[in-house]
């Protein structure tokens, strides 16, 4: 049964149907040779809402007149947007910052650990695990390998991708107080560092990957992260989102393939704007 997350709201437990609207370095920092180059993020324009007709926007076809109803009632309003828009902002993460890293420092490797100090607070170890050449299935089974992606630093977290033969787990860590918050696939920070939303498809699993995905939305507070909600589109998956401004998402969009011989559809780009 295919699952999703979306994560934009104000409150949120309950799931709607779909309805149409009516209307000095610290120990927290890092070097910069681990953080990802910087460039300026492009500004979303001012948000008018459509006018006309309104539609779910739980489709294969995404139209300027989209919209999705979120735990807590609030409404977003979703546009098809571009490859082009999408790759002019800046990816927070960094995929090759694990090797990189050095044996010294707030954030470092050991051999297989991967060890962070915060600022107060006992060391966070994330250890990885390889098969040898005579392990046995049960060692295969619990294999998992753990890799740095950089930090978010509006949120001021370290994030932490563990991968396993059955899944793939997003931990946050924060740079404080070492606290450990699991998040769905890929985060983004917005602009303003008031929201954090994480993402991860399943339109492609077999049934073999365990992972959590769907999209959630969480509100970062000075007590740490407060989920929001949670939505899980049906027709699509994200697999990647892309904050252009305070309250706009762009997302990167994939679709089940027809069967499991067949290609799968080509990508899509929507851009999701949040309740205020």
Known sequence: MKRYTLLLALVGVACHPDQP???GQSVAQV????????SATPIAPAFTPPTGPLRSGDTERPTDHDTLHVPGGGVLYLKPSTAAAFAQVPDELDWE????????GPVRRMGNDLLLQPERGPVA?????????????????????????????????????????????????DQRTGRRTIVTGQPAV????????????DQANDGSDESDTGMQLYQLTPGGLRLLWTRHPAQWGATEARWLGPRTVLLKQDHEPASQESDAPPETYVQVELPH
């Open 21 to 23: 609207a009516t209307t």
């Open 125 to 173: 170890k994330f250890s990885t695990r390889l098969p040898g050449a005579n392990s046995s299935n049960e060692d295969i089974a619990s294999q998992a390998e753990s890799r740095y992606l950089g930090q978010l630093a509006k949120a001021h977290v370290w994030v932490v991708q563990t991968d396993s033969a059955a899944k793939h787990v997003t931990t946050l860590v």
């Open 97 to 104: 910052a694990d090797k990189r890293l050095a044996t010294s």
């Open 190 to 201: 917005s602009p303003d560092g008031q929201y954090l939303i994480g993402v991860r498809s």
């Open 31 to 38: 070097t910069l040779a681990d953080q990802a180059p910087a």
